[in-house]
Each structure stands twice: as C-alpha cells, then as structure tokens.
C-alpha cells in the first residue's frame, strides 16, 4: 500500500506561483512513476505531469509545458509540482498519483489540493 498526501495549494492571481507537495509513505521503492493529475469544476481529469522514478525523466501536459516542473525528492520521499505564471484556467482540484509498473493505470491517488488562480 502506498499513501499520499498532497499539500501546498491555495488562491492566487494570474502570473503567481504555487508549489505543490507529494509526500508518498509505504510501499514506494518500487513505484515505476509518479505523476500529478488535475479536475476542474464540470471537467474530466486530466494528466499534467510524471515523471519515471527509475530515469528520472519527466513528461508534461501541452498545456503546462515550459510553465510547471514536476520534481522529486528522494531523501523525502516527496513529488513536487512547481507551477510559475498560473493562468485561470489552472484553476482545478490537484492530484498526485502513483503507478506502480510501466503500461498500467495509476494505482493510488491523494485526496487533492485545490488551486485558484484568479484574473
């Protein structure tokens, strides 16, 4: 089992920056990728950012490339989602995630932080 807990959401007005926080506790050493998924009010989720534990490579939504940074710290064993020159529509629930092996669904999720971006 693998427990998440994210933090570091709140309001903030269009061009800010937030820094989100992943801390993961379990079961993760042989977790194949971390990744942060967002909901917005009426809106499928959607993919944002992973990045591959073991490579250390990172893949980003199109419309958060050059603009967020997905980031891990290992010693803490915690995911980060940098996120500069927030737009109002990144506003939306936050989740991170982990996938356990390569080619399956994410297997656990945190309860999410919310962000508001404000025009």
């Known amino acids: 089992q693998v427990q998440l807990d994210e933090s570091g959401g709140g309001s903030v007005q269009a061009g800010g920056s937030l820094r989100l926080s992943c801390a993961a506790s379990g079961r993760t050493s042989s977790s194949f990728a971390m990744g942060w998924f967002r909901q917005a009010p009426g809106k499928e989720r959607e993919f944002v950012a992973a990045?591959?534990?073991?490579?250390?490579?990172?893949t980003y939504a199109d419309s958060v490339k050059g603009r967020f940074t997905i980031s891990k710290d290992n010693a803490k064993n915690t995911v980060y989602l940098q996120m500069n020159s927030l737009k109002p529509e990144d506003t939306a629930v936050y989740y991170c995630?982990?996938?356990?092996?390569?080619?399956?669904?994410?297997?656990?999720w945190g309860q999410g932080t919310q962000v508001t971006v404000s025009s």
């Open positions: 995630a982990v996938r356990v092996q390569a080619g399956s669904p994410y297997d656990y």
């Open positions: 990045l591959i534990s073991s490579a250390g490579s990172t």
